[in-house]
């Protein structure tokens, strides 16, 4: 059986020279070169690390970590080792790194010196019986342990189905579930966007989102790993810098917090992008007007894609000229990939009605860590995926997306679920009740609000909720604003009306 370890297919990818670039940062004091050799001898050296422990195949390796090559480098290694990757948002807070720890029982948790502390403390507790330490300057207790290593190590076999990585993506009720990614699920869909978006000998991709996450992990990363493209790598995104890096790029991928706040950018004319072949959008939607603006500013026409942690990539807009990349739907489905929309009894719909979106493909996971009745209810009992998200499909076969049956808010491409937030809130204490909603805001798309209800006698402080949510959970799903409200609107059967909620708060934040 050929070895279809991720690692492998990307490393058979990388150019003859090996002492070419292959990231070059740019936001460390000084930029700093690290060649194909040093990802490939860095990698081997992390995996000969993780190979010394002797673990289980298949062990959960958590990662909290500030962006840096060297955790680009660990990504590959736990791949290469046969282990799975299960990477952290940095703005995680000790109660969800708790959880997640506990959940996914990682037998190594590596994270930044500055938090060793509380997160070793976690893990410790958790049964994880290794912590190590990674900062973005190059220090830590995992490349002091992986330079006394080896710098070959074999790739460990794996086939198509075997996990390589665990997503975790929060649920509309409870806790956030671990979507279990293969090695066969990440290859076919980097392979399929390698032809899609038309990649050639030469690209130069701006790396600017973080790579906890599907779009800056596995899209963009795999995207030039897989054409042996150099990639400018930015720690944190910075509209200026990014720009004036745009005339030795030819390949940009942001959410569309970034296209808004890179159209904010006095120089952002033709001249200042006429080296670039691609701009990609996706992870929230993509305002008509920042596409139209982006097209009128460059001459550039954004090209947008839909996916989720689930399935990786699932639809683009054309990359080739022969039909248009159209701003408002985000394109065909990938090929390989199946899309459907059904309505509620489970009917096919005709093209142009509005329906739940469904999936199938290649790209799609296995299901949740260790929960196979969440599983079950998110697939169809004829095994396609149910998104969650809302849309239709024209006779075309444009996909166009115009919600959410899922009760969620993308706030700057980040994913955050009210179901959890109302419950931290109504846990704060004078809280009887609140509903949390999303809003439009100018530079996040949708900022998260909180509207809550104090217990009788209680007097409640909107800035002290949002004090107390900031030491409990991520910033990005912090409310931007609390109303302190004597009730909540509710329908005759007693359910929340969120939607006059957000009628009453649409102009929140009007730019
Ligand atoms: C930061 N803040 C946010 C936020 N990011 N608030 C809401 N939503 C966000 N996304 C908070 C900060 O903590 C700060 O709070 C305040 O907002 C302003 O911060 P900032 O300095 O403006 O934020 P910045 O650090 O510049 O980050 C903004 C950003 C970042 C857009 C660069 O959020 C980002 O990188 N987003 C990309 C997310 C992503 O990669 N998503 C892909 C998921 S994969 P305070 O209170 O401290 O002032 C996926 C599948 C798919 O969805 O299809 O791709
Ligand atoms: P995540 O769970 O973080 O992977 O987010 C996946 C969700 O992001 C999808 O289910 C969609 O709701 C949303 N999403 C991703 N890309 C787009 C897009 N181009 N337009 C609208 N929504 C998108």
New binding site residues.
């Given amino acids: 059986m050929p070895n279809a370890n991720l690692y492998a297919a990307l490393r058979a990818a990388f150019p003859a020279d090996l002492d070419a670039t292959a990231v070059e940062t740019a936001d460390t004091p000084a930029p700093l070169h690290y060649t194909w050799r040093d990802l490939e001898r860095g990698s081997a050296m992390v995996a000969n690390l993780l190979q010394s422990l002797a673990l289980p195949p298949a062990s959960r390796i958590a990662v909290q970590v500030d962006k840096s090559v060297e955790a680009l480098v660990l990504y590959l290694a736990v791949l290469r080792a046969g282990h799975v990757f299960l990477p952290l948002n940095t703005a995680y807070q000790a109660g969800e790194i708790a959880y997640f720890i506990g959940n996914a029982e990682p037998a190594v948790v590596v994270c930044s010196g500055r938090n060793f502390g509380w997160v070793s403390q976690i893990a410790f507790q958790a049964g994880t019986k290794h912590v190590y330490t990674l900062n973005d300057d190059r220090t830590g207790t995992l490349l002091d342990r992986a330079a006394q290593q080896a710098d070959r190590h074999t790739v460990a076999h794996s086939s198509a189905d075997d996990l390589a990585a665990i997503l975790y993506t929060s649920g509309t009720t409870g806790r956030s579930k671990g979507a279990m990614l293969s090695h066969g699920n990440l290859l076919s869909n980097a392979q399929v966007l390698k032809q899609a978006w038309g990649w050639v000998p030469g690209d130069v991709l701006i790396h600017a989102?973080?790579i906890f996450?599907?779009?800056?992990l596995f899209?963009a990363s795999h995207g030039a790993l897989l054409n042996g493209s150099k990639m400018i790598w930015f720690a944190?995104?910075d509209p200026r810098a990014a720009l004036a890096r745009m005339r030795e790029a030819t390949v940009f991928m942001g959410?569309p917090?970034?296209y808004v706040r890179l159209l904010a950018e006095p120089g952002l004319d033709h001249a200042a992008t006429q080296h670039m072949r691609l701009f990609v959008s996706?992870?929230a939607p993509l305002l008509i007007e920042t596409f139209t603006d982006w097209q009128r500013r460059t001459g550039h026409t954004i090209l947008e894609r839909?996916?989720?942690?689930e399935t990786v990539m699932l639809t683009s807009n054309p990359y080739r000229p022969e039909a248009a990349r159209r701003g408002g739907t985000v394109g065909f489905p990938l090929p390989g990939v199946g899309v459907r929309v059904r309505d509620d009894q489970g009917r096919a719909l005709p093209a142009g009605e509005i329906g739940g979106i469904e999936v199938r493909g290649p790209n799609v996971f296995s299901g949740y860590w260790r929960m196979p009745e969440k599983t079950k209810e998110e697939f169809t009992p004829d095994g396609w995926f149910k998104t969650g998200d809302v849309g239709r499909i024209d006779p075309e076969g444009y996909v166009t997306i115009v919600g959410r049956s899922k009760d969620l808010v993308i706030?700057?491409?980040?994913?955050v679920y009210p179901a959890e937030i109302e419950g931290i809130v109504n846990e704060l204490p004078g809280v009887a009740e609140s509903a949390v909603i999303g809003v439009p805001h100018p530079d996040?798309g949708e900022?998260v609000v909180a509207v809550l209800v104090p217990r009788p006698g209680a007097t409640v402080d909107g800035a002290a909720v949002v004090a107390a949510l900031?030491a409990k959970i991520a910033?990005?799903k912090?409310p931007k604003q609390v109303f302190v409200v004597a009730e909540l609107p509710r329908n005759t059967m007693g359910k929340v009306q969120k939607n006059l909620l957000r009628e009453q708060h649409k102009a929140l934040f009007a730019a």
């Avoid at 996450?213 to 800056?216: A, D, F, I, L, N």
């Avoid at 706030?411 to 994913?415: A, D, L, R």
């Fill in positions: 989102l973080p996450h599907v779009h800056g899209v944190r995104f959410v917090t970034l996706g992870s839909y996916g989720m942690s706030s700057g491409g980040y994913n996040f900022a900031k910033n990005f912090v």
